[in-house]
């Protein structure tokens, strides 16, 4: 009927055909799933493939996301990567992002020839840094703690 409307939102925008992913529209429930997943007691290597899939394309959780200084975060994450890695690391280059609603840290750094991905919920403080390319294979996944490492001086 011209000039009704039903209560259904309307659908995001689509490429393809297929609704676009837009995490940022409910992302409480978003990083909720990724939390599950980054917990899963032998499973957490999903929650990478799951953050590269529902949050890297979606802008509006990127311009959401302010950077930030994180020596205390980078500095596990590197030992988690040294770990690994066998060696010792240092980043190239480095960048960390905090949503601060949700206490969630996202980034990437170049460690040589490689990139790692991490994320790190503050709030059970667990995080997770994926070595690209890994290894011995495509990808390499490391679960960290800040407490077991450096404390953040932002809480000194």
């Known amino acids: 009927?011209?000039?009704?409307?039903?209560?259904?939102?309307?659908?995001?925008?689509?490429?393809?055909?297929l609704p676009l992913n837009t995490p940022s529209q409910d992302l409480p429930h978003r990083l909720g799933l990724l939390r599950r997943r980054m917990l899963h007691p032998t499973s957490y290597e999903l929650a990478v493939t799951y953050f590269l899939e529902v949050f890297a394309g979606d802008t509006q959780?990127?311009?959401?996301?302010?950077q930030q200084e994180a020596p205390h975060l980078l500095a596990v994450v590197a030992q988690a990567a040294a770990k690994a890695l066998g060696?010792?690391?240092v980043f190239d280059e480095a960048r960390v992002f905090l949503l601060t609603e949700h206490r969630f840290y996202h980034g990437t750094g170049v460690v040589g020839e490689q990139?790692?991905?991490?994320?790190?919920?503050?709030?059970?403080?667990?995080?997770?840094?994926?070595?690209?390319?890994?290894?011995?294979?495509?990808?390499?996944?490391?679960?960290?703690?800040?407490?077991a490492g450096w404390p953040d001086p932002g809480r000194n």
Not at 1 to 17: C, D, F, I, N
């Open 1 to 17: 009927m011209p000039g009704v409307t039903s209560g259904t939102p309307p659908l995001p925008p689509t490429r393809r055909g």
């Open 61 to 66: 959780f990127l311009r959401e996301s302010a």
């Open 87 to 89: 060696r010792r690391v």
């Open 115 to 147: 990139v790692v991905l991490f994320f790190y919920f503050d709030a059970v403080d667990t995080g997770i840094a994926a070595l690209i390319p890994g290894t011995g294979g495509a990808m390499d996944v490391l679960r960290f703690q800040l407490t």
